[in-house]
């Protein structure tokens, strides 16, 4: 039962926030009553103790700029003298600066996390993979690795990362050593590991390579090239699913059973890059859906809708307690969600 109680017929009310989540940066649209402008003024809204000015604004909804700064807190809309009910939003805050992820971060089974400060093809970088503790101190991990791209770890703890400048995939043990698991895979990007232990490698010019145990490699599917990386993860059921960003703004998620048959899982999507799944097998994807740009939830019935909005994505990770790891162009960001992600450990 809702505890509030409007000061006049005209106050504002507020009965849901789509999504509920942001990125700063991101829109927060709003849906209720009395949401539209008074004498050609805006209505004024806040996220806590910050301004959040609004863009544009009618009778039954309004969208909101989640600025710079901003944190978790109420959001409530002034209009006419009259403050809302609030709604509680999820704003995610910096994690880590100054990186250059291109896929998704990856989390070891102590809740570290890994990313890349990739650069562009052939430049080498001081640090190629940075580790971001629990506390969210950010370390050096790994030098000397030249355009790592995809990452996954493996259950008994190791890290594999993928250079697209090298087509080579490279084996890191939690100390930090590095050596040659595979070579030969093309523009190497997006990895990941089956339940099996079978490693997959996106290679942008259109193959999806199999290394099984033994380091046997195999053509597991083809696709069409990609103009920057692929990204690899699988569901449950262990079907892969791939995205590999096209100039279409109507573009799919592929879906690979086991024995290599390609299927389309969901279209229309605008450069779809990293995946991950939670517990309950719904898929969290970078991309633009519907002229919006953020994390686009697809359940397994393949209904998509927006989970957090937010701008240069690239990837995102769950972590322990709900939350997730969002990766920019340049950056990290922390946010609460409650949703318990998939391992991809083990």
Not at 18 to 40: K, N, Q, R, W
Not at 294 to 302: D, E, K, L, M, Q
């Amino acid at each position: 039962m809702s505890l509030f109680h409007a000061n006049s017929p005209d106050a504002p009310y507020l009965s849901r926030t789509f999504p509920s989540a942001s990125m700063p940066g991101g829109e927060i649209e709003l849906h209720g009553t009395h949401l539209d402008p008074v004498a050609s003024r805006l209505p004024l809204a806040s996220i806590g103790d910050i301004a959040a000015p609004v863009l544009m604004s009618r009778p039954d909804r309004a969208t909101v700029l989640v600025p710079e700064g901003s944190i978790s807190g109420d959001l409530v809309l002034r209009r006419n003298g009259e403050t809302s009910n609030p709604l509680s939003v999820r704003v995610a805050v910096p994690m880590s600066e100054n990186l250059h992820p291109v896929a998704n971060p990856a989390v070891d089974a102590n809740g570290q996390v890994f990313t890349t400060l990739s650069g562009s093809r052939g430049q080498a970088t001081p640090v190629s993979i940075f580790r971001i503790q629990r506390d969210f101190q950010m370390v050096p991990f790994v030098r000397d690795l030249m355009n790592p791209t995809g990452l996954a770890f493996d259950p008994e703890g190791y890290l594999y990362a993928s250079s697209r400048a090298e087509g080579t995939v490279y084996r890191i043990s939690p100390e930090g050593a590095i050596s040659t698991y595979a070579e030969g895979m093309g523009i190497a990007t997006g990895i990941a590991f089956d339940r099996d232990g079978n490693l997959y490698v996106g290679d942008r010019s259109g193959t999806i390579f199999k290394i099984n145990p033994s380091r046997e490699i195999f053509v597991f599917a083809t696709l069409e090239p990609s103009m920057s990386a692929y990204h690899l993860a699988f569901n449950a059921e262990g079907t892969l699913f791939v995205t590999g960003p096209t100039t279409s703004s109507n573009q799919s998620i592929h879906a690979i059973d086991r024995d290599g048959n390609i299927s389309t899982f969901f279209q229309g999507l605008g450069r779809a890059q990293g995946m991950a799944f939670d517990v309950d097998d719904n898929m969290y994807v970078a991309a633009s859906y519907r002229s919006q740009r953020g994390i686009v939830r697809i359940t397994p019935n393949r209904e998509a809708t927006f989970a957090i909005s937010g701008n240069n994505l690239v990837g995102l990770a769950f972590v322990e307690d709900g939350c997730a790891v969002l990766a920019t162009r340049d950056s990290l960001y922390h946010v609460a969600l409650d949703i318990e992600g998939r391992s991809l450990i083990g």
